[in-house]
């Protein structure tokens, strides 16, 4: 329906098409009493079917309060019933389905530019479904001018292709039906900085954005995990403080990233994060030129702080509270005050936990977050 929707064709090339494609339907559409119903409605809304089908229809759509599942079956029998005549000798007659992809190429022959559908999300729906769409995307749409995009996360699809299948690869399998392979390219940072932008002045969240820049990208965050982290944070009261916003933010996306930072201690959860900084910097070739030690995360933490050159990040604190709480050696007088200051870290100042990972754990997962 959406083909003959969105092509200008001759009634007749049209007509016939339609009748091809009753004939083969059993074997383009899934086997799913509720997505044929669904399809045959559409196709009664439109007037495509015989009156006899149309009191069918009608029929079974009456006596859909009942359940939805009979009314599928009884949908089957009155399709079988008046299409017998067209389906009768189907699984013999190998022929219908060369009929019906010539018909369709002649239905689509004559556009000026290819027709494009756009299959989004394959990798959330059941393995058993989507292999079974691609395999009649590449059997039964596989002509000229149509074109099927298919928007999934491969690496996702694959593997719960291989586990539901068994099979020890499916990336091989997957290959067999698509054509071409396309990544999207990864978000530029500054790209990050419109989403921070919009989302921290649409909840009023009052932070560094280049701190959160950073994060973001130190962090592997898509725009969506980025968002729902902001999201969450919007409900948090944690404007005290530079400090709260990096530490609601570095331990919320520890847990995106399923890190479980409730079971860290605390210099677990200091050297996670730097050692993730430390190696997304390292691989940066703007900072190759730094003279940084990648080798010890306590100086190197020292040294980026320093570097960072930001009054108002509360990324320095954290950095600056890591190195004087772990640094061997004796610190200057500054540092030692520096050190007693220790609190800015926990989730709350009426917050009793000594242990501040445990205080933001205990705070996040108080009871008034929705995931």
């Known amino acids: 329906m959406e083909i003959l929707n969105a092509v200008d064709a001759d009634a007749t090339v049209s007509n016939k098409f339609k009748d091809k494609f009753i004939s083969a339907y059993h074997a383009v559409l899934p086997n799913l ?27 079974v759509k009456d006596a859909t309060g009942e359940v939805g599942e009979k009314a599928g079956a009884l949908l089957e029998e009155g399709l079988k019933e008046h299409l017998t005549d067209l389906v009768d000798n189907y699984n013999t007659n190998k022929n219908e ?59 996702q699809l694959e593997e719960s292709i291989n586990s539901f299948y068994g099979f020890k690869s499916a990336n091989s399998y997957l290959e067999k039906f698509i054509d071409l392979n396309i990544k999207f390219p990864k978000k530029r940072n500054e790209n990050y900085l419109e989403v921070i932008e919009s989302y921290t002045n649409k909840f009023n969240i009052q932070c560094n954005k280049r701190d959160l820049l950073l994060l973001s990208n130190v962090l592997n965050l898509n725009s969506r995990e980025l968002i729902k982290i902001l999201q969450k944070i919007a409900l948090l009261n944690i404007g ?32 996670d994060f730097i050692t993730l900084l430390r190696d997304y910097e390292q691989s940066n070739t703007r900072f190759r030129q730094q003279q940084y030690n990648y080798d010890d995360l306590l100086l190197f933490a020292n040294q980026y702080g320093e570097n960072y050159s930001d009054y108002e990040s509360g990324l320095v604190y ?10 061997e050696g004796e610190l200057d007088p500054q540092e030692e005050q520096f050190k007693r200051q220790k609190y800015l870290l926990n989730a709350s100042l009426t917050n009793n936990e000594s242990n501040f990972v445990k205080s933001w754990h205990n705070y996040i997962n108080a009871g008034f977050l929705i995931d």
């Open 318 to 327: 954290f950095l600056k509270f890591y190195y004087i709480l772990y640094a």
């Open 33 to 59: 009493p509720m997505l044929i119903w669904s399809l045959a409605m559409t196709l009664m809304g439109a007037g495509h079917f015989s009156k006899g089908v149309q009191e069918t229809m009608t029929a």
């Open 97 to 155: 389905l060369k009929y019906f992809k010539e018909e369709l190429g002649n239905l689509v022959k004559d556009l000026e530019t290819p027709l494009v559908f756009i299959v989004d999300e394959l990798d959330r729906c059941k393995p058993e479904f989507s292999i079974k769409l691609i395999e009649r995307i590449k059997h039964f749409f596989d002509i000229p001018n149509i074109i099927f995009v298919l928007s999934t996360n491969k690496a």
């Open 240 to 271: 005290r403080h530079h400090i709260s916003p990096v530490m609601a933010f570095v331990y919320l996306a520890m847990e995106q990233k399923s890190k479980s930072p409730s079971k860290m201690s605390e210099r677990e959860f200091f050297e």
